[in-house]
């Protein structure tokens, strides 16, 4: 059984290193930003809803993630565990998380904080090219990061359930450190 949420700033590599991690544990890998896209490529009520804030570089309002967020862990693949990727994103986004897992008796192992220098980030999001990776949104998703996600490192931390990852590293050396903690 594995349970483990991803915590870095955007372009840390949470969503390569959670895919791979996922198909080798065979648990979900759920992505709120995945999950989000595909709501804007699909156009639904979600989709048109999310979209405004996306393409800002801005957090999509808490009221539409954590519905998204309790849905789809009360699917039925998660009984073998989950990997969580852009999920909690700020502290009361925790604190929702903390009490659902409760309620659906689904601790989580471990918070894996993938760390990152900001001159490889910014890199990194260039290089990517997705629609939201343009510079001016990529400072505001930086900045979002900071004020909003950061402080979820000592939220984690001071819960001990925090584990750090260095990830200035080639994507299969943070791969490797990943599977060993994991399998620990
Ligand atoms: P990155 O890995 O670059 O941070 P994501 O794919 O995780 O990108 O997220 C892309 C965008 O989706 C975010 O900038 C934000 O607008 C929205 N988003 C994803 N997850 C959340 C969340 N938990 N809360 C609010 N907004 C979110």
């Not at 915590?7 to 544990?25: E, F, M, V, W, Y």
């Not at 343009?134 to 979820?152: K, N």
Request: hydrophobic share 40%; glycine share 6%.
């Amino acid at each position: 059984m594995t349970r483990l949420i991803f915590l870095g700033p955007p372009g840390a590599g949470k969503g390569t290193q959670a895919a791979l991690l996922a198909k080798d544990c065979e648990v979900p890998h759920i992505s709120t930003g995945d999950i989000l896209r595909s709501a804007v490529a699909a156009g639904s009520e979600l989709g048109k809803k999310a979209d405004q804030y996306m393409s800002a570089g801005e957090l999509v309002p808490d009221d539409l993630i954590l519905d998204l967020i309790q849905e789809r862990l009360s699917q039925d693949d998660v009984e073998k565990g989950w990997l969580l990727d852009g999920f909690p994103r700020n502290v009361p986004q925790a604190e929702f998380l903390q009490k659902l897992l409760d309620q659906l008796e689904q601790p989580m192992d471990f918070v894996v904080n993938l760390d990152v220098e900001d001159a490889v980030i910014v890199a990194r999001l260039l290089q990517r090219g997705r629609k939201d990776d343009e510079e001016s949104v990529i400072l505001t998703r930086l900045e979002v990061y900071r004020q909003q996600t950061e402080p979820l490192i000592d939220f984690y931390r001071n819960r001990q359930q925090l584990v750090s990852v260095d990830g200035n590293q080639t994507l299969e050396a943070v791969y490797a450190d990943l599977k060993r903690l994991v399998m620990e």
